[in-house]
């Protein structure tokens, strides 16, 4: 079960915001019955990226076993 707080990974690509599938986020709400996420995409430097309201089938929680990885943001 996915909560707030907790740092996702984007299941596919949103070119028009210049994010990957893989790209790390962070759940700032979960609706109720955990149908949907506002999930926030900052960069390293703190500048939001995107807020967007995802499906549960567009996330996924990080696994135990994963090495994090760094690339420059896309322009969206």
Not at 9 to 33: C, I, M, Q, S, W
Not at 51 to 56: A, M, Q, Y
Request: charged share 25%; net charge negative; no cysteine.
């Amino acid at each position: 079960m996915i909560r707030e707080l907790e740092t996702i990974v984007l299941t596919r690509d949103f070119p028009e915001h210049g994010l990957a599938k893989g790209d790390l986020g962070g759940v700032v709400h979960r609706y109720p019955n955990g149908e949907a996420f506002e999930v926030e995409f900052v960069t390293a430097d703190g500048r939001t990226v995107a807020v967007l309201t995802l499906t549960g089938s567009e996330i996924r929680s990080m696994a135990r076993g994963e090495i994090l990885h760094v690339r420059e943001l896309a322009s969206a």
